[in-house]
């Protein structure tokens, strides 16, 4: 386990303990009577500037956590909103935007969409990839060849990373029905077959060449390959309510 990644997990311990509220200086009085919103000014050296950026931080987590459009599992829950950007900004997406390409699993963070793929191209070490449809004839779907309304017989997915070869990733749409719980999520298939067909071998590929990016940071559409249908649980603990002004 390489040391970026030792942090990265430690992290993720603390944040999930909630200790993370008085370790960024607001006191129990605050924390009852309610903490405010009022941005701080940045000052003092840099490990207090630090603390400035993350009682900030979560400052806005409050207040986003308010929004209509925030996913449902961070409603109402600043700590969980605070837990998911930390995370975020691990893997370099610490941008609110990214919020709603994640959801929480099992109570881990899970990514997914284009969001991956972001990650990894803003990590700099992929060089190539190409994606793409195929026909029964193993032949690409496009304009080209005039076939856009073949049949699909599967996803394709070529990745390389720098200073290393390109490697294939397919995945076939008979593939996705045998999933538990593609009846469920069959209203999504039918609506965008494509695009939902594409993510499969992308993720697939970007965890098995870019784990240093990724950090092990669950992608819906590859754990999702890997182990069925993860249920996300509705009744996980919320943590103890911290009050604002």
Known sequence: ???????????????????????????KKEQKSGISLELEDFSGDIENKKLQKDRNLYRQ???????????????????????AMKMLTSLGAGHLSCLNKTSIINGTLAIWGDLPLAIVR???KLEFIEEYLIDKDYNKIRIENKNLKAEILAAVCVLQRK???KKTFTYLLSD???????????????????IMLKYKPRSVGLKDIFPDDL???????????????????????????????
């Open 1 to 27: 386990m390489n040391e970026h990644r030792k942090k990265f997990m430690k992290m993720k311990r603390w944040l999930s303990s909630n200790s993370f509220i008085k370790h960024l200086g607001f006191t």
């Open 122 to 124: 803003a990590g700099g």
């Open 163 to 165: 200073g290393e070869v």
């Open 61 to 83: 987590c409050i207040l986003f956590s308010k929004t209509k459009v925030i996913q449902d599992c961070y409603k109402n829950n600043a700590n969980l909103t605070y837990y």
């Open 176 to 194: 996705a029905e045998k999933i538990k719980g593609y009846k469920k999520s069959k209203m999504y298939w039918d609506t965008y077959e494509k």
């Open 215 to 245: 950090l092990g940071v669950i992608i819906t559409e590859y754990d999702q390959h890997s182990t069925g249908d993860m249920q996300i649980k509705k009744e996980v603990k919320k943590p103890k309510e911290i009050k604002y002004v």
